[in-house]
C-alpha cells in the first residue's frame, strides 16, 4: 500500500507560477514512476507529467512542456511539479500517482496508487 498527499494547490493569475508537493507513504522501497496528473471539470483525467525512479528521466505533455517541470526526492519519498507561466486552461484538479514500474506510462489505467488531488485555479 502506498498513501499518497499532495499539497501546494491554489489560485494564481495567468502568468504566475506554483509549486506542487506529493509526499508518499507505505511501500516506498520499491522502484516506481510518479506521475502527475489533472482533470478539469467536465474533462477526462489527462497526463502531465512523469518521472522515473532515479530522476534522470522526466516526461510531459505537449501542453506543459517548456513550462512545468517534474521532479523528486527519493529521501524524502516527494515529488513535485514546478508550474511556470501559467494560463486558465491549466485550472484543475491535479492528482498524483505512482506506477510500480520502471517504465513510464501516459495512461491513467497504468498507475497503482492516487492521492486525493490539489485544485489549482489560474485567474484570467
Known amino acids: 500500500q502506498v498513501q499518497l498527499v499532495e499539497s501546494g494547490g491554489g489560485v494564481v493569475q495567468a502568468g504566475g507560477s506554483l509549486r506542487l508537493y506529493c509526499a508518499a507513504s507505505g511501500r516506498t522501497s520499491s522502484s516506481y514512476v510518479m506521475a502527475w496528473f489533472r482533470q478539469a471539470p467536465g474533462k477526462e483525467r489527462e497526463f502531465v507529467a512523469a518521472i522515473n525512479w532515479s530522476g534522470s528521466s522526466t516526461y510531459y505533455a505537449d501542453s506543459v512542456k517548456g513550462r512545468f517541470t517534474i521532479s523528486r526526492d527519493n529521501a524524502k519519498n516527494t515529488v513535485y511539479l514546478q508550474m511556470n507561466s501559467l494560463i486558465p486552461e491549466d485550472t484543475a484538479v491535479y492528482y498524483c500517482?505512482?506506477?510500480?514500474?520502471?517504465?513510464?506510462?501516459?495512461?491513467?489505467?497504468?498507475?497503482?496508487?492516487w492521492g486525493q488531488g490539489t485544485q489549482v485555479t489560474v485567474s484570467s
Open positions: 500517482a505512482v506506477r510500480f514500474s520502471r517504465y513510464y506510462s501516459d495512461s491513467k489505467y497504468t498507475y497503482d496508487y
